[in-house]
């Protein structure tokens, strides 16, 4: 499974941004999807996550409420969408597929094996 992430860009704090990734190659048909992000000079950090089938879906605390992760199954397109934005939601956005996810599975980056390329999301206050 291929993973391409796209639509970061500059906003400015208390506005909005959508990031898409869309899965090529291999269907993404039973995968389910994760984002994460990664700030400079900190971990990589769980953001949000969707299975494929009932579409549960898995949030950090510090994006409920603001963050709304969907996905398009048609399309094999996982969505971000993320409101209120703050400047410490800076970073790089990874979205992230695995097969095989279930419990604490959902909230960690060594449970998934395909990773797109990243989009940088930056918030000026």
């Known amino acids: 499974v291929q993973l391409q992430a796209s639509g970061g860009g500059l906003v400015q704090a208390g506005g909005s941004l959508r990031l898409s990734c869309a899965a090529s190659?291999?269907?993404?048909?039973?995968?389910?999807m994760g984002w994460f992000r990664q700030a400079p000079g900190k971990e990589r950090e769980f953001v949000a996550a969707?299975?494929?089938?009932?579409?549960?879906?898995y949030y950090a605390d510090s994006v409920k409420g603001r963050f709304t992760i969907s996905r398009d199954n048609a399309k094999n397109t996982v969505y971000l969408q993320m409101n209120s934005l703050k400047p410490e939601d800076t970073a790089v956005y990874y979205c992230?597929?695995?097969?095989?996810?279930?419990?604490?599975?959902?909230?960690?980056?060594?449970?998934?094996?395909?990773w797109g390329q990243g989009t940088q999301v930056t918030v000026s206050s």
């Open positions: 992230a597929a695995d097969r095989y996810l279930w419990g604490s599975m959902w909230y960690k980056a060594s449970s998934y094996d395909y």
């Open positions: 190659g291999r269907t993404a048909s039973g995968y389910g």
């Open positions: 969707i299975s494929w089938s009932v579409g549960n879906t």
